[in-house]
């Protein structure tokens, strides 16, 4: 699918998305409790459908309504393959959750998650007595439990997210167990983890990130949850805001876990002005000039601030891009690409990419099937010189799918579609 953007006025109310990270734990969560818990105001994008559909094979029963999720828990496969689709959070995750069974399941996927390393997946799972092989570090994963309590070392400087699935997994273990961890990005991701798993009835300490103490023994408790707002999704709403005029956003926890939540940071520093109350924002676009900043744990956020420098006055730098290799496309990689046939220079030089602000001077983008590259391509296109055309959109299902009908409702000039 291709759309034809053009300059843009935004203006107008508009509710963020569901968070597809939190609501993924939730239904995790959901799965390990003994009883039924009850999932409001979820998602149904790509990710979180691969979850469900995983939730089902270890044995949940799911009901889905329009505004909620029924999940009664019952760890029991019923398959031995589990298939993440394209979620890199559900691949990490579950991989550790399958190592509480004592027959292999093998974990899989589709499209870029088959290049990401899952190495460090088969060193620690290995560490606490469960079984782990890969394509020489890739996908397939084979994992046969049970794992076993004790102390285990972890490298976290690729992803949290295999350390979230074993704070998942270690508390319905026998015995206590310790993880060692080391260069750990990526921290607020864990907040939330440990939030999540608060709120079910799981209790995990760590001494600043280094040392996680995990009792054993515990018990998950069924719940009502209650998904929150996604700060990353709503990061390319508050850049339209910030570029085009005045946009008030609801649905949005000012004081939340999410990494992504450091959009309203990088904001302010650009020029913005922004509101902000106890469940929604308010953003005015004002005179914009360069900033740094420091994205090292909030990756997904490079794409909107992308957007955002390359109509800023002055050279924007943005420490942490060593953290976008390997996600649905390289996108330090996709980002220098795409904006530099739009007149926008950008430059990465090891953990720093710089970005020249300037004219948007329109053309013909590539979205390299990265839903994140495709919205940040369409928010830049509010104040692009000419039409916008941007190759490849309906990849914006994989966490947004009503992105573009959203950003239509604001103002978006949306021209054509084919």
């Known amino acids: 699918m291709k759309k034809k953007i053009i300059p843009s006025k935004i203006n107008g109310t508009i509710t963020a998305p569901a968070s597809k990270s939190h609501l993924i734990r939730a239904i995790t969560a959901a799965i390990l409790a003994n009883g039924k818990s009850i999932i409001k105001n979820p998602t149904f994008c790509h990710d979180t459908v691969s979850a469900l559909n995983i939730a089902k094979n270890l044995g949940a029963k799911i009901t889905k309504k329009k505004n909620e999720i029924f999940i009664e828990g019952n760890f029991h496969p019923k398959k031995n393959t589990i298939d993440a689709g394209e979620s890199g959070l559900c691949l990490r995750m579950f991989s550790a959750i399958a190592a509480l069974c004592e027959t292999q399941i093998c974990i899989t996927g589709k499209g870029s998650l088959m290049s990401r390393p899952v190495f460090e997946i088969e060193k620690t799972l290995a560490q606490f007595g ?206 220098k690409n795409e904006f530099e046939k739009l007149g926008i220079k950008i430059s990465t030089d090891g953990n720093i990419m710089k970005i020249e602000g300037g004219e948007i001077i329109g053309g013909k983008t590539f979205s390299h099937n990265d839903h994140r590259i495709a919205m940040a391509l369409a928010v830049a296109a509010i104040r692009t010189k000419a039409e916008l055309e941007i190759n490849d959109c309906s990849c914006v299902s994989k966490s947004y799918p009503a992105f573009f009908e959203n950003f239509q409702s604001i103002g978006g000039n949306i021209i054509q579609t084919y």
Not at 155 to 177: E, H, R
């Open 130 to 335: 469960a079984e782990c092989r890969t394509k020489n570090g890739y996908l397939p994963v084979f994992v046969k439990g049970r794992l076993n309590g004790g102390t285990a070392k972890l490298d976290g400087s690729q992803s949290s997210q295999f350390l979230t699935g074993l704070l998942f997994a270690l508390p319905l273990l026998k015995s206590n167990s310790e993880l060692i961890v080391e260069n750990l990005k990526s921290k607020p991701y864990i907040d939330l983890t440990i939030s999540v798993l608060n709120d079910f009835g799981i209790k995990i300490t760590h001494n600043n990130y280094k040392l996680f103490k995990i009792r054993g023994n515990q018990l998950y408790h069924p719940k009502e949850f209650n998904v929150e707002g996604d700060w990353s999704g709503a990061a390319f709403l508050i850049v339209a805001g910030a570029l085009g005029g005045n946009l008030q956003i609801e649905n949005l926890n000012i004081n939340s876990k999410q990494a992504d939540i450091k959009i309203l940071e990088a904001v302010k520093m650009a020029g913005a002005k922004i509101i902000t109350n106890r469940n929604n924002i308010e953003v005015k676009k004002d005179k914009l000039n360069a900033f740094e900043m420091d994205a090292s744990d909030c990756p997904d956020l490079f794409p909107p601030l992308v957007a955002l420098a390359a109509n800023c006055s002055g050279t924007t730098i943005l420490h942490g891009a060593d953290r976008l290799i390997h996600k649905e496309s390289n996108r330090a990689a996709s980002l």
